[in-house]
């Protein structure tokens, strides 16, 4: 039996003698299982202001289509209009889909590298019922989130049967086959590498057209707020409680009577649930399906921004998301700027790419403070 | 029939690249725990240095020689590549298994948006030996010569490693770290240096992978060592993480399961049989798989 | 607390091997080892003993760097408490772990070559010691038995020079016809050098031990000569929760 693990003493997964030290068998110092909740609510002005705060930016950021500002530098065009919207949008719809990363990621302590599996099936399934077995929008929606979930089950009760980085290569795996799936186009089904487009005769007019673009950023709000919820409703019930309990400790966790298999798989179904919605609204807002959502490169994505944000944390996720998705948009400006115009080429070239930059800043963040990168608040 | 004799050699030498490329991938898990997404870069950096080596010498030597010196380029800029990366990102984050591979995450997004910003994302054609493209009869088959090659390397490889893992010292401080890095150290041996020259041959040998399969691709792109990657990480899930022989039979598995299903059934569904082949294997043995839970 | 070392069996008291002085280890938020002090003769074997769970394989491993500890620990006078394991065992501590611990998938001969590339199940000791071994030296270790797994364990301990051996509960889980031929050897080996021995088996501590240390919850509760301690019925009692029975296995 090969077992590379840090521990002298290498009982196998959940089974410990009932000798001396079981504390003391564990070299890699995990802190202990702490149960209940996991944040506790502020007193007097400051509970006031945590629930303030997020309405007011809320009510902000449902104000912004009718901000006629010009923020030259930072977005396209006027705030309100339809190229800075559809920056936006993507960003809050991006860092709504982080959002349910960090529930497998942050909250559970799965380190799956198959996200986007499920946001694909979401995006996919949802043009493809809309226009190729021309069902109406909302049998359409309800046929990709029930879909995804029922795959995220199938794929979650596999791959749940191996632990830490084994289910990390094999979460890739199966998100890998979808992808190449996809890209075949099957049946002209999924529409290769062109992605497939939305059928703009099966949804409202308004979500459709240049003028819209207020409706659809009003849509990728509303994502981001259903998923907040569902997130702040699940973290702080029974099952949240055991998501954070196999997180800190599975092995203890097991222990306390936890079945850590259904917590994960739970945890798994759930945070798939809420990507296939992320994925439904993407294709919506962006006009179609995109075969790069079927990408390991997206769940890598999702990995940075969840990291970046701060793991284990809604506003951590979804900042990461959206400054992430932002700064990929935007950064290809910045390499144009005058103060870089004095560099060789080859230095501007790779200066050039967005994932040059968040790659090696990532790199960097994990780098200099590892311990922030991971269960950094419950 | 000569259908069959054809797809098993093709086959036979799709899993010697797969092998080649997981073979440095398995070792780097089973030692050290880390899976280490940076393998593509490695991979992509050893497609690139050996076109960029070639497209140097002077173009009046031979495409062979200087496929070969290119080759070698390739693998010293492989095995600099991972021994730089194992000194200067992994191993200070030791016992952060997940951070190093996160760390390895960044490393292959910003490795492939490099090589993307420098040498662009189209392929680039790379140039082979008149014979590679050309075929030899046999049992009533025309079978690419290319894919004989690969085997060879990949059979040399094998050969070497189990040489280098069963009777050199080296190799014994591998095996046994294999199955417990910390009694290794608990006998006095620093197991940290061997980490380092493992990631050096991983780099290596996944610097030859990505020589040998822009060969196979007729090309170089930036995202070639990624898509070999994903074979290589199933490749070693299935042979077992951590163990040669598993990874070399689980390699020719993939890549004859991989290249019959694509011609009995359809375009595709060669692909997708290698992921079912994964799923089947985790269902009916994933004991042997619970490797690092960190 | 000063440190009064009994000396029970007429050898001359000399400098300790081992000095732990204020050794504390903390898992996460857990406190496991809260300050513990004591020494180690320079010769015979010490018992560390104490219920389960007060920390003694954590002693051990806070001792040879596997757990992340602070405070004092001196070998010979010099300090080891900020040296990785590997350097700490060349530095002379040899140590065998709870669980024998050795490679199941490499040769008998292979795990001790680990220690010694040259000799393997040839050098003198182990014919000496461990004549079995020598026969069963091509064999997986991973299908000896358990009593044969911790002679292997022992033997790669003595293949190098050590100042000092700590030895993690050798006896558990084995025969009694085992136990004794374990207890044998340590008595042996414990003729030439020092050993920090955690161990369950009250017989077994009386046979062989010295001296004795006794934790509880983190820290050190007794020190004292092993006789003195096992022939203290009340005492046995009250430190380790167990009474010792007059017709023990060893």
Redesign the interface.
């Known amino acids: 039996?090969?077992?590379?693990?840090?521990?002298?003493?290498?009982h196998?997964?959940g089974v410990r003698p009932?000798?001396?030290?079981?504390?003391?068998?564990?070299?890699?110092?995990?802190?202990?299982v702490t149960l209940g909740e996991p944040t506790s609510p502020a007193r007097g002005p400051g509970r006031l202001l945590r629930i303030l705060a997020p309405l007011v930016g809320l009510a902000v950021l449902a104000y912004l289509p009718y901000v006629a500002v010009e923020l030259p530098g930072v977005l396209p065009d006027r705030v309100n209009g339809p190229g800075s919207l559809q920056l936006l949008a993507t960003c809050l719809v991006v860092g709504g889909i982080a959002l349910s990363y960090d529930v497998l990621f942050g909250r559970t302590g799965l380190?799956s590298f198959g996200h986007a599996l499920f946001v694909a099936a979401g995006s996919y399934l949802l043009t493809v019922s809309l226009s190729t077995w021309a069902l109406p929008l909302p049998v359409a929606v309800l046929a990709a989130l029930g879909l995804s979930t029922l795959l995220a089950l199938v794929v979650g009760a596999?791959?749940l049967?191996?632990?830490?980085?084994?289910f990390?290569?094999?979460t890739?795996?199966?998100a890998?086959?979808a992808s190449?799936?996809v890209m075949?186009n099957?049946g002209g089904v999924t529409g290769g590498e062109e992605g497939r487009p939305l059928d703009r005769d099966a949804v409202p007019d308004l979500l459709v057209g240049v003028a819209n673009a207020p409706y659809r950023y009003w849509l990728a709000l509303a994502l981001v707020v259903v998923t907040w919820v569902a997130v702040a409703v699940l973290v702080r019930s029974r099952a949240g409680h055991a998501m954070a309990a196999v997180r800190e400790n599975?092995q203890r966790a097991a222990v306390l009577g936890f079945g850590t298999y259904r917590v994960k798989l739970l945890a798994l179904v759930a945070g798939s649930f809420l990507g296939a919605l992320g994925g439904v609204v993407h294709a919506l807002v962006l006009g179609g399906s995109n075969p790069h959502l079927t990408t390991?490169?997206f769940t890598?994505?999702l990995?940075?921004m969840v990291?970046l944000g701060g793991a284990g944390s809604r506003w951590g996720a979804l900042l990461g998301g959206v400054l992430y998705t932002y700064a990929d948009a935007r950064l290809v400006e910045v390499s144009n700027a005058a103060f870089l115009q004095g560099l060789p080429d080859?230095v501007r070239?790779?200066?050039?790419?967005?994932?040059?930059i968040?790659?090696?800043f990532?790199?960097a963040v994990?780098?200099f403070a590892?311990?922030s990168?991971?269960r950094r608040r419950a | 029939m000569s259908d069959l004799v054809l797809l098993i050699v093709t086959g036979l030498g799709l899993g010697a690249l797969y092998f080649i490329a997981a073979s440095g991938l398995s070792l780097i898990y089973g030692l050290m725990g880390v899976l280490n997404f940076a393998h593509g870069a490695f991979i992509t950096a050893g497609a690139y240095a050996a076109w960029l080596t070639m497209g140097a010498l002077p173009a009046g030597w031979p495409v062979v020689l200087r496929l070969l010196v290119g080759v070698l380029v390739a693998v010293c800029v492989g095995a600099v590549v991972g021994r730089v990366v194992e000194v200067v990102l992994i191993r200070p984050l030791y016992r952060h298994h997940i951070q190093q591979v996160l760390v390895t995450v960044g490393l292959s997004l910003a490795g492939v948006a490099a090589a993307q910003g420098i040498w662009g994302s189209d392929p680039r054609a790379v140039e082979s030996p008149a014979w590679i493209g050309g075929t030899t009869d046999m049992l009533g088959a025309r079978l690419p010569d290319d894919r004989f090659v690969y085997v060879l390397v990949a059979g040399v490889l094998f050969v070497g490693l189990l040489a280098l893992l069963h009777l050199t010292r080296l190799g014994l401080v591998i095996r046994a770290g294999v199955e417990n890095r910390t009694m290794v150290e608990a006998l006095g041996i620093d197991v940290h240096r061997t980490f380092t020259v493992v990631f050096a041959l991983g780099g290596a040998a996944a610097a030859l992978a990505g020589a040998l399969y822009s060969q196979y691709a007729g090309a170089v792109s930036p995202a070639q060592g990624g898509s070999l990657l994903i074979y290589a990480f199933i490749v070693v899930v299935i042979g077992g993480m951590g163990s040669l022989t598993g990874t070399a039979v689980a390699a020719v598995a993939v890549g004859l399961v991989q290249q019959l299903a694509n011609y009995y059934a359809a375009t595709g569904v060669g692909d997708l049989s290698v992921v079912l082949l994964l799923a089947l294997v985790l269902l009916l043995r994933p004991t042997s798989l619970k490797g690092a839970t960190a | 607390m000063t440190a009064q070392q009994p000396e029970s069996r007429g050898a001359a008291v000399s400098a300790p091997v081992l000095e732990l002085d204020d050794v504390h280890v903390r898992y996460g938020g857990s406190h496991i080892l809260q300050g513990v002090s004591f020494e180690v003769a320079a010769t015979g074997v010490t018992a560390l003993l104490g219920r389960n769970g007060v920390g003694k394989t954590t002693t051990l491993k806070a001792i040879i760097g596997l757990a992340p500890r602070s405070g004092r620990i001196m070998l010979r006078g010099s300090e080891i408490q900020t040296m990785a394991t590997s350097r700490i065992v060349r530095s002379g501590i040899g140590y065998v772990p709870e669980d024998r611990e050795v490679f199941g998938g490499l040769t008998v001969d292979e795990n001790l070559r680990l220690v010694a590339p040259d000799q393997g199940a040839d050098a003198p000791v182990v014919g000496r010691l461990f004549p079995d071994l020598v026969t069963r030296r091509g064999q997986r270790a991973g299908t000896l038995s358990g009593g044969q797994q911790q002679m292997v364990s022992l033997a790669r301990v003595l293949l190098r020079e050590n100042a000092l051996l700590l030895v993690d509960e050798p006896t558990k889980g084995l025969a009694p016809k085992l136990v004794t031929e374990v207890a044998d050897v340590l008595a042996e080996v414990a003729r030439t050098r020092p050993v920090l021995l955690v161990e369950q088996n009250l017989p077994l501590v009386r046979r062989i031990a010295d001296r004795v240390v006794v934790l509880d919850a983190g820290a050190v509760v007794h020190r004292g000569a092993a006789a003195d301690l096992v022939a203290d019925v009340d005492l046995t009692r009250e430190l380790l929760g167990v009474s010792m029975r007059r017709e023990g296995a060893a």
């Open positions: 039996m090969t077992s590379p693990t840090d521990h002298v003493t290498d196998p997964a009932a000798g001396e030290d079981l504390v003391g068998d564990d070299t890699t110092g995990t802190p202990p380190l596999v791959a049967r191996v632990g830490g980085i084994a990390a290569m094999v890739l795996a199966f890998q086959a190449i799936i075949r099957p599975e390991s490169e890598l994505s990995l940075v990291v080859v070239q790779v200066l050039s790419q967005p994932l040059f968040l790659g090696a990532f790199v994990v780098y590892p311990s990168t991971s």
